[in-house]
């Protein structure tokens, strides 16, 4: 039996991402069979499809992105953790089951150098799946497993976010909105900055606190410290890389933190270390999160009955190309999504 599958062929572009044809997989003891259903972009994705990472983006052919959802659809022996017809989400990085991030964990990162979740089927050892929140459709769980733990990871896990703190969260992309969604369940007050009016008034629908378009507004750190009495928010969640950074860190308070997600805005950074180093300021980098993270989510996910942050379009299986083009522009609001069925 064969299966369908989108893989980058021939030379490193999203323009070269095509159908292809794979063997079935079956599952041996351990294992489980998926039935992918959904999927969901990261810029991780965008950087990957142009080997940005160089050989840890692995080799070609090679099935991208790392985040998706799907039914189990056959278990093998011995299996435990999950039962036919559970909606799960595979994991990240499927090595990497608790405790910090190791360096011998990169191999198992799906979406490169692993093959992703643009197959039909897939078959994954029990321990890299996670159950989906009973709530959710398959596209709404496939955006959790980086955008929605690496959330998680920079409010609760490490940046132990509390009820009155103050968080800024940079445009509205998934990972800022889901930061937006847990800060808010924590008992936060958020201030959000975006290029566009339209979009902010979403992000106050969805509770922002503050809103700032920092296109009008470039010095947005003075706004939010006016917004804070003068002492700067709590913690910075902290996506557009080399062009936001030493705004952020302006915008800090004495003794906060600076979360470092992204790069969108570039990676080489100029930046003043003397107010980071006189204030006290934690710079933080944070890689999605393990397993064990994923589940203390989910669980938080479940119990409020949190909906994740999906753009209005939903690509088709074979547009995955078009997908990850796009994503740069950041015309979206949310997370950019696949549905592998009409």
């Known amino acids: 039996m064969t299966m369908r599958v989108m893989q980058i062929e021939e030379d490193w572009s999203p323009d070269n991402i095509r159908i292809a044809e794979r063997p079935r997989p ?31 983006s ?29 909606l799960v989400c595979p994991i990240f990085n499927q090595r990497w089951i608790a405790g910090p991030l190791r360096e011998e964990y990169w191999p198992g990162t799906l979406g490169g150098p692993s093959d992703g979740v643009m197959q039909e089927f897939m078959v994954l050892r029990e321990e890299g799946l996670v159950r989906a929140p009973r709530h959710l459709t398959p596209v ?47 008992g936060a007050r958020v201030i959000a900055t975006s290029s566009s009016d339209a979009k902010l008034e979403r992000v106050r629908s969805m509770g922002a606190d503050q809103v700032i378009n920092y296109r009008t507004t470039p010095g947005w750190d003075k706004v939010a410290r006016e917004v804070t009495g003068g002492a700067g928010v709590d913690l910075v969640v902290e996506v557009g890389g080399a ?9 800090t308070r004495v003794s906060g933190t600076v979360s470092l997600i992204g790069v969108l805005s570039g990676v080489s950074a100029s930046l003043s270390l003397g107010p980071v180093v006189t204030q006290n300021i934690r ?29 209005d379009h939903v690509f088709a299986f074979a547009e995955v190309g078009q997908a990850i083009k796009g994503l740069p522009e950041g015309r979206h609001f949310g997370k950019v999504c696949i549905r592998f069925s009409a």
């Open 140 to 186: 709404q769980a496939a955006t959790l497993p980086c955008a929605g733990v690496t959330a998680w990871n920079a409010i609760v896990t490490q940046g132990d976010v509390k009820a009155g703190d103050v968080i800024l969260v940079q445009g509205t992309g998934g990972v800022s909105l889901f930061a937006l969604l847990f800060a808010k369940l924590h």
């Open 243 to 251: 062009g936001t950074l030493e705004t952020s860190v302006r915008a």
């Open 26 to 56: 079956e599952p041996g003891r351990g294992e489980v069979l998926v039935r992918m259903e959904a999927a969901s972009v990261n810029y991780r994705d965008v950087v990957v499809a142009r080997r940005g990472y160089g050989r840890r």
């Open 283 to 311: 710079l933080q980098g944070v890689t999605v999160g393990s397993r064990q993270l994923f589940e203390d989510m989910v669980r938080a996910v479940e119990l409020h009955h949190v909906v994740p942050p999906t753009d």
């Open 58 to 86: 692995g080799q070609l052919p090679l099935v991208p992105l790392s985040d998706g959802a799907g039914r189990v659809a056959e278990v093998g022996p011995e299996v435990t953790r999950v039962a036919v017809g559970d």
